[in-house]
């Protein structure tokens, strides 16, 4: 039977495989029970934060995206219509300065943000307050059980977690090389051949095995038939060759955002300048961009402080007083760490809708549809 047909395994049916498919049917009865609901999920599910939107989503059959989408929509149409709502209701004289003033209309700004970056990006986040929330109890040590971040489905985090795992490398008995890892490949397919130490080599995907609730890809790689003629063994790829792949395409996408954004790059937390600069030069490369953006902060601070104190009864004069306060200290401390040779992140890093930048967005989205089509695929098929 043609190799490319069929489709071997072997199951050792035991304790644990009893468990395993248990779970999976309970996993799916949750999910065939949520699926009459779905239309009333979908818009509470994406008020969560990505990562426990992303799981939510995958125990009740939902797609992360779509709740952001639907939450995004519900979340601002309902923005928009409360002031209508509570005038209805003799609140007009209330609200009236606050609806002609527009500011319902900026308060549904960043719901309306989440659905357009869902629809035209395929991002998933929470609802700012919802997410807010989660902050603060995370800050007060009340947190949830740690989640291990091999097991479906892919979330951000377990992308890159899942990516600094080398593959597991086997020689089977026909002599092929067998590359087991928890990210599908999404380049080893087709007729894809890959290069190592000048000989180059064939991969061909098998089936993904869900084990223990986590998606094992494996990949059988055979050298090129001028390889496999030549007197000495060629050097098969690396176990992080998959890995190093990715990895270089994310840097390339950092190179070139930091071509005329390196200044926002520097803001940013450790671990994204880690993968932006690291390989540039790390905390050096990035000194320049912190002078001038922590500069520029503690010269716009100043001016505003200049000002100070504010005419007695001005609203405004307070809240621009401490955050000119709060922005002269954060660029203090990013000149001090840098001059110490660490990466520098503002304090305003948080605001920063980093999800959206192609480095952190493009790698990660295309091996979590690529987790989705697989877990779909062996659903329907099962």
Do not use: K
Not at 9 to 16: E, I, L, P, S, T
Not at 48 to 63: A, H, I, T
Not at 178 to 203: F, I, K
Not at 279 to 304: L, N
Request: proline share 7%; hydrophobic share 50%; no cysteine.
């Amino acid at each position: 039977w043609p190799d490319g047909e069929v489709v071997r395994d072997r199951v050792v049916y035991g304790a644990a495989f009893v468990r395993a498919v248990q779970a999976e049917r309970e996993r799916a009865a949750v999910r065939e029970r949520a699926r009459p609901f779905r239309f009333l999920l979908y818009p509470i599910v994406g008020l969560l934060p990505e990562e426990e939107q992303v799981r939510l989503g995958e125990r009740l059959g939902l797609y992360a995206v779509t709740a952001t989408l639907a939450s995004g929509l519900v979340e601002g149409l309902l923005i928009l219509l409360l002031p209508v709502l509570l005038a209805r209701h003799g609140a007009a004289l209330a609200i009236g300065a606050v609806v002609t003033s527009g500011g319902f209309s900026l308060l549904a700004l960043p719901a309306f943000g989440r659905a357009f970056s869902a629809l035209f990006l395929r991002e998933t986040g929470g609802s700012a307050p919802v997410v807010l929330v989660f902050e603060a109890m995370r800050a007060l040590g009340v947190r949830a059980a740690p989640h291990d971040q091999s097991v479906v489905p892919l979330t951000r985090a377990a992308f890159w977690e899942r990516l600094a795992r080398p593959d597991v490398v086997t020689t089977a008995a026909d002599g092929s090389l067998l590359y087991r890892g928890l990210l599908p490949h999404l380049t080893w397919s087709g007729e894809r051949v890959l290069e190592a130490g000048g000989h180059y080599w064939h991969a061909t995907p098998e089936r993904p095995e869900l084990h223990r609730g986590r998606l094992v890809y494996a990949y059988r790689l055979v050298p090129a038939a001028e390889a496999a003629a030549a007197e000495s063994a060629s050097a098969p790829p690396a176990a992080t060759a998959y890995a190093d792949q990715v990895i270089g395409g994310v840097r390339r996408e950092w190179d070139d955002l930091n071509r005329g954004f390196a200044w926002l790059t520097s803001l940013l937390s450790e671990e994204l300048q880690s993968r932006a600069f690291d390989h540039a030069g790390g905390p050096a490369a990035a000194r320049s961009s912190v002078y001038w953006t922590a500069g520029a902060g503690a010269a716009a601070a100043a001016y505003v402080l200049s000002f100070l104190p504010a005419p007695p009864g001005d609203p405004v004069g307070p809240a621009l007083g401490a955050l000119a306060g709060l922005q002269l200290v954060d660029s203090v401390l990013r000149l001090v760490a840098s001059r110490r040779g660490r990466y520098a992140p503002s304090l305003w890093r948080f605001v920063i809708p980093t999800d959206i930048l192609r480095p952190e967005r493009l790698a990660y989205q295309a091996h979590r549809d690529a987790e989705r089509q697989a877990l779909g695929e062996r659903r329907s098929g099962a």
